[in-house]
T-cell receptor
Framework: DQQVKQNSPSLSVQEGRISILNCDYTNSMFDYFLWYKKYPAEGPTFLISISSIKDKNEDGRFTVFLNKSAKHLSLHIVPSQPGDSAVYFCAASGAGANNLFFGTGTRLTVIP | KAGVTQTPRYLIKTRGQQVTLSCSPISGHRSVSWYQQTPGQGLQFLFEYFSETQRNKGNFPGRFSGRQFSNSRSEMNVSTLELGDSALYLC????????????????FGAGSRLTVL
């Protein structure tokens, strides 16, 4: 049973525009949510995270929004750059837990 | 500093064989986790080791096993390989290193791609 879902397998965006990647989860016990980025032939790299007590976290061009009532989070990338083209994974964990539940990923392509 | 190192990067096995994958964590990291990545399933948690003890285990059959050594290096083993075991196996280590939000960040290796024929 997939507790973290990314329903869009792919997304294409023009350079300079906003990229919005979405993620839904089913387990209300999740306390932390993370986004990882993965390039081909490399392992996933951490991008940004948010605690369940917050609804927004920003880091440069990247902002993650959390809507607990809807069990939904999104990653906004503004402005999008060609180097952002990668597969983005949403992940979640419970408090004190080291194991992450991952979504299936969204392949972002930023068109120059 | 050196990242998480996984060996071998690629390997091909046949059904019924067994395989051992190795992971060297970042120096100082004591927690090592293993994940299986397959198309359409994303990353699935296999198990986590801390100080040579398995601390957590995912929903995988007993054919999947692991261990951690005193220097924090870890191995995972898959016995009696099946075609469905073809996947990218990712190792991740953590200090733990918490972000400003409190989340524990895992640092992943590049993975070992296993093909079962």
């Amino acid at each position: 049973d997939q507790q973290v879902k990314q329903n869009s397998p792919s997304l294409s965006v023009q350079e300079g525009r906003i990229s919005i990647l979405n993620c839904d989860y089913t387990n209300s016990m999740f306390d932390y949510f993370l986004w990882y980025k993965k390039y081909p032939a490399e392992g996933p790299t951490f991008l940004i995270s948010i605690s369940s007590i917050k609804d927004k976290n920003e880091d440069g061009r990247f902002t993650v929004f959390l809507n607990k009532s809807a069990k939904h989070l999104s990653l906004h990338i503004v402005p999008s750059q060609p180097g952002d083209s990668a597969v983005y994974f949403c992940a979640a964990s419970g408090a004190g837990a080291n194991n992450l539940f991952f979504g299936t990923g969204t392949r972002l392509t930023v068109i120059p | 500093k050196a990242g998480v190192t996984q060996t071998p990067r690629y390997l091909i096995k046949t059904r019924g064989q067994q395989v051992t994958l190795s992971c060297s964590p970042i120096s100082g990291h004591r927690s090592v986790s293993w994940y299986q990545q397959t198309p359409g399933q994303g990353l699935q948690f296999l198990f986590e080791y801390f100080s040579e003890t398995q601390r957590n285990k995912g929903n995988f059959p007993g054919r999947f096993s692991g261990r951690q050594f005193s220097n924090s290096r870890s191995e995972m083993n898959v016995s009696t390989l099946e075609l469905g075991d073809s996947a990218l196996y990712l190792c991740a280590s953590s200090l733990p290193s918490y972000t400003s939000s409190g989340a524990n960040v895992l640092t992943f290796g590049a993975g070992s791609r296993l093909t079962v024929l």
